[in-house]
Every structure is written in structure tokens, then in C-alpha cells.
């Protein structure tokens, strides 16, 4: 039996699962403004993945490339999440009450 495929699956349903609360964090924490740290994440990613010889690893670092290319368009949908009140805004420091 080939269970590769499975592999993949399986691996591509956990690298989507972990990558969800990781925006959510990066949003409420950073805001937007870590959108380039995933778009090099996810270009550096699918470029090793085109040098591994193993077809499983290969297969689960392109999508785990892509995932944080996508997590981009997910960031700023998050922002408008927040915005709309599904999701806790992170309150502002008061400075001035020290």
C-alpha cells in the first residue's frame, strides 16, 4: 500500500489548522504589519521544497509555503474581522496614567 498520499493529506490539514490561530495571534499582536514575514516564510519554503528529494517532505513544504502565502489575504481579513467585532481587539497602552 502507498500511504503517501495520506501522509500529504493528513499534513496539509495540520499545517492549516496550526496556521489559523498564528494569524489570529499575529493580528491581535503585531496587527498587519507582519505580512512580510509570511510572504518570505512562504517563498522560502516552496523554494527548498523544490531541492528535497523526498516526495512526502517536498509535498508538505510547498503547502506549507503556500498556506503562508495565503495567510497573507487571511491577515488583513482579519483586521475586518476585528473591525466587526467577531474577534477581541487588542486594548491600546495607556502611557499617560504611570
Not at 499545517?15 to 504589519?33: A, Q
Request: proline share 4%; hydrophobic share 45%; glycine share 10%.
Amino acid at each position: 500500500m502507498n500511504y503517501e498520499g495520506i501522509m500529504i493529506g493528513i499534513g496539509a490539514f495540520l499545517i492549516i489548522g496550526l496556521l489559523h490561530p498564528v494569524v489570529i495571534k499575529s493580528e491581535y499582536y503585531c496587527g498587519t504589519k507582519v505580512w512580510p514575514a509570511f510572504l518570505l516564510s512562504g517563498i522560502v519554503c516552496i523554494f527548498f521544497s523544490l531541492f528535497l528529494q523526498g516526495q512526502v517532505l517536498s509535498s508538505l513544504l510547498s503547502v506549507l509555503g503556500f498556506s503562508l502565502l495565503w495567510s497573507i489575504q487571511e491577515l488583513f481579513e482579519q483586521k475586518k474581522r476585528v473591525e466587526k467585532g467577531w474577534f477581541p481587539k487588542k486594548p491600546e497602552k495607556n502611557l499617560d496614567n504611570k
